[in-house]
């Protein structure tokens, strides 16, 4: 199953935020100049947080409570791989 979006985000490397729908769906991102685009998702069983999850251990950052990007800490990623194994 892939979690990829259905055609590449082209404006990822200015990426600011992104945030998905509660049924995980859609995604919406913008970038630093402040453009904005929404996303269809394709179809997958795994909820919105596993998503999450998986896509912080896969970048090594996370999205903070305002939105913005930053560095996940050491031992909040060991807590995510251990709890995947």
Known sequence: MSLLPLEPITHQPDLEQQEWSPDARWR???TKSG??????????DLSLDEMRARTWLITGHRMNAQGVEEPLPAAEMQQLQSQRH
């Open 28 to 30: 919406i991102t913008i």
């Open 35 to 44: 453009a904005g685009r929404l996303w269809r998702e394709p179809a997958t």
